[in-house]
């Protein structure tokens, strides 16, 4: 039985400051509490409006700053419907006594197929014959690609992610090597991942380089000038975690200067990014941060946004009793 909510002095407003599933919506009324959808809401509305709520649900677009925070005098809790948390001030969050968390198991098969899918979209070359189609051109000749099966799969981080990931790229054939700064749980090395020692080795040998972190003072770069001369010159680099993990202006420079194969983006340092260099390239496939972008992950993280608030407040509330 869902818990009850409704007397004036327990209601619990929600605002929802991101488009998400109408099940989840259903989810969060039908247990008593009073939810305002906003799916557009500007940054400038938010701030007059943010010391109403008790409880937020925000994707990436929402951006959560130390300024936004301090007007949030009722807030106590934080949902991100996805997987990273770089928009909002998490430190600035807990010192306010502001509960932050995620729902990064909804997305997870969404975002490994997606990069398995630009995989196969390189390999084939898939979206030059496309265009040139559109043309009336017919370039079979000039569309020569290569089988992914027997290929080496680099994939850095390695959480579920990741994991998805090689499960679904050895099923295809192909060889998986991984780099985490944790350990690469047992089950993995025995399906055949190789453990990468260092960062290093996995952009050496990889032939498909796959990022999977998450976006922190530690990660911002990480794939630059450095990382990428140690990648193959027959080498493709995928990145469907965050924008800044990558530094685009290196990583513009060697696919111009011929020194990698191609890449496939799905995120950029600036969403929406614009009529960006990098991605008019002819070697670039470039999605519009569609990772999780899919009707059943949206679904599943509406529903997981819903039941952690849900159940915030029914403790909170059995609690004070």
Same mark, same amino acid.
């Given at each position: 039985m869902? @818990?009850?909510?409704k007397?004036?002095e327990?209601t619990?407003?929600v605002?929802i400051?991101?488009p998400?599933?109408e099940?989840?919506i259903?989810?969060?009324e039908s247990?008593?509490l009073?939810?305002?959808?906003? @799916?557009?809401?500007?940054?400038d509305e938010l701030?007059h409006?943010i010391?109403?709520?008790e409880?937020l649900i925000?994707r990436s677009r929402t951006k959560? %700053?130390k300024?936004?925070?301090?007007?949030?005098k009722?807030?106590?809790l934080?949902?991100?419907?996805?997987?990273g948390l770089?928009?909002?001030d998490?430190?600035?969050?807990?010192?306010?006594?502001?509960?932050?968390?995620?729902? @990064?198991?909804a997305?997870?098969?969404?975002?490994? &197929?997606?990069?398995l899918g630009?995989i196969?979209c390189?390999?084939?070359?898939i979206?030059?014959?496309?265009?040139?189609?559109?043309k009336?051109?017919w370039v079979?000749?000039?569309?020569?690609?290569?089988?992914i099966?027997g290929?080496?799969?680099?994939?850095?981080g #390695?959480g579920r992610?990741?994991?998805?990931?090689? &499960?679904?790229?050895l099923?295809?054939g192909?060889?998986?090597?991984?780099?985490?700064?944790i350990?690469?749980?047992d089950?993995?090395?025995r399906m055949g991942v190789?453990?990468?020692?260092?960062?290093?080795?996995?952009?050496?040998?990889?032939d498909f380089?796959?990022?999977?972190?998450?976006?922190t003072?530690e990660?911002?770069h990480?794939?630059g000038e450095?990382?990428?001369?140690?990648?193959?010159?027959?080498?493709f680099l995928?990145?469907?975690?965050?924008g800044?993990?990558?530094?685009?202006?290196?990583?513009?420079k060697f696919? &111009? &200067? %011929?020194?990698?194969?191609?890449?496939?983006?799905?995120?950029?340092e600036v969403?929406?990014?614009g009529k960006?260099?990098?991605?008019?390239?002819?070697n670039v496939?470039?999605t @519009?941060?569609?990772?999780g972008?899919?009707?059943?992950?949206?679904?599943?993280?509406?529903?997981?946004?819903a039941?952690?608030i849900i159940? #915030?407040f029914?403790?909170?509330?059995?609690?004070?009793r």
């Amino acid at each position: 039985m869902s @818990p009850e909510f409704k007397s004036e002095e327990l209601t619990v407003k929600v605002l929802i400051c991101d488009p998400i599933h109408e099940d989840g919506i259903k989810r969060i009324e039908s247990a008593g509490l009073a939810v305002d959808y906003r @799916p557009e809401i500007t940054q400038d509305e938010l701030s007059h409006m943010i010391g109403e709520y008790e409880a937020l649900i925000v994707r990436s677009r929402t951006k959560l %700053g130390k300024n936004l925070l301090k007007k949030a005098k009722k807030l106590k809790l934080i949902v991100r419907a996805g997987v990273g948390l770089d928009n909002i001030d998490v430190d600035t969050a807990r010192k306010l006594g502001i509960k932050v968390v995620n729902t @990064p198991a909804a997305l997870t098969n969404a975002v490994a &197929e997606l990069a398995l899918g630009l995989i196969i979209c390189l390999a084939r070359r898939i979206n030059f014959c496309d265009l040139e189609m559109k043309k009336g051109k017919w370039v079979k000749k000039k569309a020569i690609g290569m089988e992914i099966s027997g290929k080496i799969l680099g994939i850095v981080g #390695f959480g579920r992610i990741g994991r998805c990931l090689a &499960e679904k790229a050895l099923a295809l054939g192909m060889k998986v090597i991984a780099y985490d700064i944790i350990e690469i749980p047992d089950r993995y090395l025995r399906m055949g991942v190789i453990s990468a020692k260092k960062i290093d080795d996995v952009f050496k040998n990889a032939d498909f380089i796959s990022l999977h972190v998450p976006l922190t003072k530690e990660t911002y770069h990480l794939v630059g000038e450095e990382l990428l001369s140690k990648m193959k010159k027959t080498a493709f680099l995928i990145n469907t975690s965050r924008g800044a993990v990558v530094d685009s202006k290196a990583l513009k420079k060697f696919l &111009e &200067e %011929g020194k990698i194969a191609g890449a496939a983006l799905d995120v950029f340092e600036v969403e929406p990014p614009g009529k960006d260099e990098l991605i008019m390239m002819n070697n670039v496939v470039a999605t @519009p941060h569609i990772g999780g972008q899919t009707v059943e992950a949206q679904r599943k993280a509406a529903l997981m946004a819903a039941d952690e608030i849900i159940n #915030f407040f029914k403790g909170e509330r059995l609690f004070s009793r």
